[in-house]
């Protein structure tokens, strides 16, 4: 079934055919840096099948993502119910997973805010109670700087206190993913295997510490340059959408 289709990309259900190509990505160090060692193919296909099994279950899921433009399969995007149980589940995530050769590619980004609230207004609908959020690492003070740029609300944050509520989620969420690599009190995360940004991706000059989200940035996150990762938080919400946020999501639509 064809769930969402743009000039150059879909996502759609999942097929046989995927199989192969899927399990090529999860051999690939690259992809499974932050997700354990690469996969064999009898796990990779298992972990098709706990996806496929997903979608009967609760209507929705990670999505195959495929180019329009010859039809290559590249990896998934999605929402997912999670398997640990915690103060706020039941509760849906965020997934994604793509191959490494289309890491950076805009577009994603913009099909990937659109299906996920798609989905998420779908969820809350059948749900009213459900809260979607989106966890999220930050090595480098630019992807740190996306979240108020798209965001209202978002955590941790300069100018806002973080509350009990959302604390307990962070940190369920930071043990759940990373285990003993998240630390509870910084909210940092040290991998295995860190991967310092290459130098000018994210250099932190005097001048860029005059921007005050910057300077919040490395005083949470003082490790960074050593692959140190800010475990970060935002709900899911069109409530909670900037007028950037509005326009990334809804770009034929007007920002109110």
Not at 23 to 43: I, Q
Not at 55 to 65: D, E, N, P, S, V
Not at 228 to 246: F, V, Y
Request: with cysteine.
């Amino acid at each position: 079934m064809l769930i969402l289709k743009t000039e150059r990309l879909i996502l759609r259900d999942w097929k046989l055919g995927d199989r192969e190509p899927f399990a090529r990505m999860n051999a690939d160090p690259r992809v499974m840096e932050y997700l354990g060692e690469p996969l064999s193919r009898k796990r990779s296909d298992e972990v098709a099948d706990r996806i496929e099994a997903h979608f009967r279950t609760h209507g929705f899921g990670l999505c195959a993502a495929e180019l329009t433009e010859g039809g290559e399969f590249i990896g998934f995007i999605g929402l997912a119910v999670p398997t640990f149980e915690a103060a706020f589940t039941p509760c849906v995530e965020i997934g994604w997973r793509l191959a490494a050769e289309y890491w950076g590619e805009s577009i994603l980004s913009r099909l990937w805010s659109q299906m996920v609230f798609s989905e998420a207004d779908n969820i809350v609908a059948a749900r009213p109670a459900t809260r979607v959020f989106w966890f999220l690492i930050c090595s480098g003070y630019k992807t740190f700087r996306f979240l108020p740029v798209f965001f209202r609300e978002f955590y941790p944050n300069p100018e806002s206190h973080t509350s009990d509520e959302i604390q307990r989620i962070l940190d369920t969420l930071g043990r759940a993913k990373f285990g003993d690599r998240y630390h509870a009190a910084s909210g940092i995360v040290r991998l295995e295997r860190p991967m310092p940004l290459r130098h000018g991706i994210a250099d932190v000059t005097e001048q860029r510490l005059r921007d005050p989200l910057v300077a919040f940035f490395t005083s949470r996150n003082p490790g960074h340059g050593h692959g140190d990762e800010l475990a970060c938080i935002t709900e899911i919400s069109r409530s909670n959408l900037t007028r950037a946020g509005q326009r990334m999501v809804d770009p034929h639509g007007r920002a109110v």
